[in-house]
């Protein structure tokens, strides 16, 4: 397991070293392969993790993760402070060792802390949920574009990534010694998400082609390497 | 999307009915179903979630799932309590709407609420462990037993299953009426994860055959419906 350069006083970032810079195109790559996020927050009620669509963008300290929906308000309603963990996961395979205690997983992992912050401009908030829709594939322009209501009763927030760290195992077992000569197994199933084949939805109207994005999407590695 | 039926006082079940039984079933088929689940727990630092390996055993309100491993024990340290939110949550594809705002996935998720407690009976804990490491495949069994040493090593939290909901999306996306007929495709581009061709460690000793359960796994569908 290849711990992240940390990132911050919680993870302890040396800021302006080429391994930060490694590091923060390495969370980017990660975020950019993950197909959904899980996002923690504390309530009054103990800490509660939810899955949440999301999406990426800005370079340095400008970079930002957003994430948005009912899920996101019904966390800001129920949570006393914005702080919040957004934990992305790509699982790449299955990891058995000659011996249980080291079994594991091979995955790519970024874990984001910081406080999220409600997009409330309009135009911005449109901004914002097109790059969280275009996050899998470019569906955004095919569609009709957001209505003013439609924005009001979206809450989009933006956690800043200045404060996030990856963590990615490959590779083969790593045993005892005193077990590398037993008559133990030893190798890696490896795990592989795929797009399948798009199909339309079964009231759409006569005559609509679908979008090149989606065609492109269908038949994809869903989290490639 | 379909709202699961409400399991405490906080989620608020009503016990005993056949939909309280049906929940529960729904539940355990979609953890059976899960490759790995998002742990939240509040630190002193604020929410943090990490992605961890499980298994559940148990019918009924013995139901549980236990998580286990380096991770544990360090939110065991980091947390003032034990107490977590435990979600696995299956992506099975994008919902592709005539509106951005009616975009979604479809998913089946999980959300587990409760107390964590340690097992620390040794004996105990190798039957936990059991359960956590055959939860993808059996390969408890083909491996070397663990040692008292790996045991004392390790540590295994167990959380009830009594304070559960799932959430499932599935099918086409719900648009607008005004939508209906305009020029906006429509439709879904399903995910699946697969299984692929187990390969040993380089290092494995020579004349170790694969266990028919890494066998079995390789081309499986990892979270069939």
Redesign the interface.
């Given at each position: 397991m290849t711990d992240a350069q940390p990132a911050s006083p919680?993870t302890t970032m040396r800021r302006g070293t080429d391994r930060a810079v490694y590091e923060r195109q390495r969370i980017r790559t990660i975020l950019d392969a993950g197909?959904?996020a899980?996002?923690?927050?504390?309530t009054d009620?103990?800490?509660?993790?939810?899955?949440m669509?999301y999406g990426t963008r800005g370079d340095g300290d400008a970079a930002e993760i957003l994430i948005h929906g009912a899920l996101a308000n019904a966390m800001l309603k129920a949570g006393r402070?914005l702080?919040?963990?957004?934990?992305v996961?790509i699982?790449d395979?299955?990891v058995?060792?000659?011996?249980?205690?080291h079994?594991?997983?091979n995955?790519r992992?970024v874990?984001v802390?910081g406080t999220a912050t409600a997009i409330d401009d309009p135009e911005e908030k449109s901004t914002a949920?097109?790059v969280i829709?275009d996050h899998?594939?470019p569906?955004?322009d095919?569609?009709?574009?957001?209505?003013a209501s439609?924005l009001k009763?979206?809450l989009v927030l933006s956690v800043p990534l200045t404060e996030a760290s990856a963590k990615v195992r490959d590779g083969?077992?790593i045993d005892d010694e005193a077990?590398?000569?037993?008559?133990?197994?030893?190798?890696?199933?490896?795990?592989?998400?795929?797009?399948?084949?798009?199909?339309?939805?079964?009231?759409?109207?006569d005559g609509?082609?679908?979008?090149e994005s989606?065609i492109a999407?269908?038949g994809s590695d869903?989290q490639p390497t």
């Open positions: 919680r197909v959904i899980h996002v923690g927050v504390t009620d103990g800490p509660i993790v939810l899955p669509a402070s702080d919040v963990c957004i934990t996961t699982v395979g299955l058995v060792a000659r011996s249980p205690f079994n594991s997983m995955y992992s874990v802390r949920l097109h829709n899998i594939a569906i955004w095919t569609a009709r574009p957001p209505s439609d009763k979206t083969d077992p077990d590398m000569d037993g008559p133990y197994w030893a190798g890696v199933v490896p795990l592989t998400s795929t797009w399948g084949e798009p199909h339309a939805a079964s009231d759409l109207a609509v082609d679908m979008p989606v999407l269908g869903a």
